[in-house]
């Protein structure tokens, strides 16, 4: 069975960082990229980007450039969203998802909520 | 990349048929075949109901149904159910080689 499983929900302070994990399980990662999705409280879901999973190149949507970090784990089926320089404006639920071709966002992680306060 | 533009809300009855429109520009929904619609409850995942305009994932009821006409995609649900009242986002390929999302449209089910 195809699954992503995402770390837990993680409460920082303005300016700390935080790192999401997405485990992949029931496919390899390698074989289909994976995308991050933001969702604010009470707003849509936004289109942060996608990494590679074969070569670990990344391309981020153009809100999404500087503090945001995709990146993949060096021995796990394992993706990771880094977000450095914490916002109280990044507070929102982080989605990882398999894109089976372009677009096609056919598996979702359960999502992880971080929340920026002080 | 500005979001496509969606309704913010539709409402249908039970048993009736009811349209989500997606509008892009020649950038992005008019110039591609992926298009993909999503349905969201809250405090869950996303769904994927439709990929490639038209096409369902195996699972997905065959009340759904995705079209596309010039720079607007549309969502088509017939037969109104009630589990179907959620958040429905549309998402479209963009010449830039990113996707990006409608604003969602809240569905609700009379």
């Known amino acids: 069975q195809v699954q992503l499983v995402q770390s837990g929900s993680e409460l920082k302070k303005p300016g700390a960082s935080v790192r999401v994990s997405c485990e992949a399980s029931g496919y390899t990662l390698s074989r289909h990229s994976i995308n991050w999705v933001r969702q604010v409280p009470g707003q849509g879901l936004e289109w942060m980007g996608w990494i590679d999973t074969n070569t670990g190149t990344p391309t981020y949507a153009r809100d999404f450039t500087g503090r945001f970090v995709f990146s993949l784990g060096t021995s796990v089926n394992t993706a990771y969203l880094q977000i450095n320089s914490l916002k109280v404006d990044d507070t929102a639920v982080y989605y990882c998802a398999r894109d089976l071709a372009i677009g096609r966002l056919d598996t979702w992680g359960q999502g992880t909520l971080v929340t920026v306060s002080s | ?110």
């Open chain 2, 1 to 110: 990349q500005s979001a496509l533009t969606q309704p913010a809300s539709v409402s249908g009855s039970l048993g009736q048929s009811i349209t989500i429109s997606c509008t892009g520009t020649s950038s992005d929904v008019g110039s591609y075949k992926y298009i993909s619609w999503y349905q969201h409850h809250p405090g869950k995942a996303p769904r994927l109901m439709i990929y490639e305009v038209s096409d369902r994932p195996s699972g997905v009821s065959d009340r759904f149904s995705g079209s596309k006409s010039g720079n607007t995609a549309s969502l088509t649900i017939s037969g109104l159910q009630a589990e179907d009242e959620a958040d429905y986002y549309c998402n479209s390929f963009t010449s830039s080689g990113t996707l990006v999302f409608g604003g969602g449209t809240k569905l609700t089910v009379l």
